[in-house]
T-cell receptor, first 114, second 114 residues
């Protein structure tokens, strides 16, 4: 069974640009969550989706947005990039809706903003 | 509000020695607690979790953790360290039912000395 797939794995952008990151969950998983990982702030929750509905959103500015499609694939978008957006963005999926199941993480998309 | 504190951002142990990684949490509701491991350039992998029931939880790779409500702790242990245990370890807490909005600790990087 394929794991969580994130694309692209690495990307470089300049300030002011926008970026879209993609996540394909494990087949059959309908819960998808996104986290930002930085050396200074650690892992911070961005958002989570279940059946195309956003269930929770973390404390990030409106420049960060996401969505989930009917096939459970998810995308997140960051507009008007800032230097501080440089981070590893991790997507995770779960077969459980309840929050107690195992989260399976992808390898992440590493974004560098110059 | 929930929070997690991991004492010691770096821990070094000799191969074969006891591994003890500390995690204290704060939660206004009965917490769900998790330990994840991250190897270089990879996503996070679940080691073990406590939701309800037995307070001593056994996980993969010989790790275990004990939920101590009176001490608000969930320390991770392994009797004998192996070189392959070198990685970064994250403790996380959630409200549980209905969400994968985890609060992660800042991580502890474990180094295993030959």
């Amino acid at each position: 069974k394929a794991g969580v797939t994130q694309t692209p794995r690495y990307l470089i952008k300049t300030r002011g640009q926008q970026v879209t990151l993609s996540c394909s969950p494990i087949s059959g998983h309908r819960s998808v969550s996104w986290y930002q990982q930085t050396p200074g702030q650690g892992l911070q929750f961005l958002f989570e989706y279940f059946s195309e509905t956003q269930r929770n959103k973390g404390n990030f500015p409106g420049r960060f947005s996401g969505r989930q499609f009917s096939n459970s694939r998810s995308e997140m978008n960051v507009s008007t990039l800032e230097l501080g957006d440089s981070a590893l963005y991790l997507c995770a999926s779960s077969s459980s809706t309840g929050g107690t199941g195992e989260l399976f993480f992808g390898e992440g998309s590493r974004l560098t903003v110059l | 509000a929930q929070s997690v504190t991991q004492l010691g951002s770096h821990v070094s142990v000799s191969e074969g020695a006891l591994v003890l990684l500390r995690c204290n949490y704060s939660s206004s509701v009965p917490p769900y607690l998790f330990w994840y491991v991250q190897y270089p350039n990879q996503g996070l992998q679940l080691l073990l979790k406590y939701t309800t029931g037995a307070t001593l939880v056994k996980g993969i790779n010989g790790f275990e953790a004990e939920f101590k409500k009176s001490e608000t702790s969930f320390h991770l242990t392994k009797p004998s360290a192996h070189m392959s245990d070198a990685a970064e370890y994250f403790c996380a807490v959630s409200r549980g039912s209905g969400t994968y909005k985890y609060i992660f600790g800042t991580g502890t990087r474990l180094k295993v000395l030959a």
